[in-house]
């Protein structure tokens, strides 16, 4: 029987076989700081035999700015199963625990590495052209509350470098900070096309979209006596999520939205769990609150 090893020579953990008891830790976490590309094989597929090394190959010449785990469904269903993998190979890829493109069948080569390519572009990089520092010092000014003078720094930095997502990212973030939700919004619309759906600024629109409900949020205290009062009452503990998270209590609004989404994950054409994105979207992959928050939602779906 033939097993598709990793290609020689790569990391240890750049590409790696799992299974269904460590796809969490594996693929759900470890995609948290790069994108992770999961291969759903058999040993008996014939295309998975040209695939496997293929993309293999492609994720080691990325350089670790991509990783591979690699799924054989005979032994391993349950993932395969919540995935939907009807035919393999299957291959998607995750970013920030979640799945965010994908193929079926055997690809040829070049179309691997345009794949690979892609996917590992959305783990981002370093500043380049000179003006990485300028935009360090930008975002220091922002953490420490001069966020018009950010707001300087990061329109000088869009002088020079006008598809810069970071500047246009932080931009955005400097007028949500002086709260002014309209001028963030037509900043982000008027962002150029090539980078619109660059991660950093689909957080920002996350932000956004938080500081639109923020300003309709209710009292804390009468939504949290009407769930005390009615579990049930679905409506009045996403409201109360939203009040939580608009008085900065993130982490307890996450864990209002995880109940709603454990009582009924279809209720308002799952509302809990597009807000749960929403809200770990608008803040770091690695905040601890984003990374316990997808770690419990993913348990929920899969359980």
Known sequence: MLELDATPNAPADLIKDSDDAQFAKDVIEASQSVPVIVDFWAPWCGPCK??????????????GAVKLVKIDVDANQAYASQLQVQSIPTVYAFYQGRPVDGFQGALPPSEIDAFVEKIAAMGGGAADDGL???????????????????????????????????AYAGLVSAYLALDDVDQAEAILNGAPAEISTDPL???????????REAAKAGPVGDLQAAVDSNPDDHQARFDLATALHASGEVEEAVAQLLELFRRDREWNDGAA???LFTIFDARE??????????RKLSSLIFA
């Open 201 to 211: 600024l689909e957080a920002v629109h996350a932000q956004i979209t938080l500081a």
């Open 132 to 166: 990485g520092a300028a935009i360090e010092a930008a975002e220091q000014m922002l953490a420490e509350g001069a966020a018009a003078d950010a707001a300087e720094t990061f329109a000088a930095i869009l002088q020079e470098d006008p598809a810069n997502a970071a």
């Open 50 to 63: 040209t695939l496997g090394p293929a993309i293999e190959a492609a994720v080691t010449k990325a350089g």
């Open 273 to 275: 769990k597009t807000q």
């Open 285 to 294: 992959a690695k905040d601890p609150i984003v990374l316990n928050g997808r």
